[in-house]
């Protein structure tokens, strides 16, 4: 019963180093997504999914891609890291549009990266 | 523009009173709302949800919360305050128009004291 997985946990990246963060999701959701949250902001959206193939930018795309090549999969790449991506990012999946009834968001645990 | 706004950022309650975390909301259509919790170092956890169904909405853990459209607010209750509801609340609204979107207010700390 794993729901929605993040890996890494944790990372420190060096500024310009590049990386990719894993959002894998076991309850056939058509929807994810990837925020991050910083203190006082809530948690704003980077880029999401309504589906295999598609991706959409959210309030804060600049500085990060995405991929869903597979459905269970959500991959959030920083081509060249910097301090200002330091943050705790979350992914979070839907079967459907969150208005429905029988419809929730799950999240992930979280992952905290540093850039220095 | 659609958004959400928390109206307090800490809110501070003794052990056994009512909480109340307040929400307003900005939408040119009609809205889904939501109440998500996180507890320290931990995920997010729904709490409950309005669809435009009862305008009473009953959550996990004994929250509620009452979707007001003349007053554009979805403000979150319990009657009496518990050590372990200590956490970061935040509230969600759904996006019709933009294909999924998910908008997140900026969070309220809740502190519960003995």
């Known amino acids: 019963n794993a729901g929605v997985t993040q890996t890494p946990k944790f990372r420190v990246l060096k500024t310009g180093q590049s990386m990719t963060l894993l959002c894998a999701q076991d309850?056939?959701?058509?929807?994810m997504y990837w925020y991050r949250q910083d203190p006082g902001m809530g948690l704003r959206l980077i880029h999401y999914?309504?589906?295999?193939?598609?991706?959409a930018k959210g309030e804060v795309p600049d500085g990060y891609n995405v991929s869903r090549l597979k459905k269970q999969n959500f991959l959030l790449g920083l081509e060249s890291a910097a301090p200002s991506q330091t943050s705790v990012y979350f992914c979070?999946?839907?079967?459907?549009?969150?208005?429905?009834?029988?419809?929730?968001?799950?999240f992930g645990q979280g992952t905290r990266l540093t850039v220095v | 523009a659609q958004s959400v706004t928390q109206l307090d950022s800490h809110v501070s309650v003794s052990e056994g009173t009512p909480v109340l975390l307040r929400c307003n909301y900005s939408?040119?259509?009609?809205?889904?709302l939501f109440w998500y919790v996180q507890h320290p170092n931990k995920g997010l956890q729904l709490l409950l949800k309005?669809?435009?169904?009862?305008?009473l909405v009953k959550g996990i853990n004994g929250f509620e919360a009452e979707f007001k459209k003349s007053e554009t607010s979805f403000h979150l209750t319990k009657p009496s305050a518990h050590m372990s509801d200590a956490a970061e609340y935040f509230c969600?609204?759904?996006?019709?128009?933009?294909?999924?979107?998910?908008?997140f207010g900026q969070g309220t700390e809740l502190s519960v004291k003995p």
């Open positions: 309005y669809t435009s169904a009862a305008t």
């Open positions: 999914s309504v589906g295999e193939g598609t991706t």
């Open positions: 309850m056939n959701h058509e929807y």
């Open positions: 939408s040119s259509y009609s809205p889904s």
């Open positions: 979070a999946s839907s079967y459907q549009g969150p208005s429905f009834m029988n419809t929730e968001a799950f």
């Open positions: 969600v609204v759904y996006i019709y128009n933009q294909g999924g979107k998910l908008i």
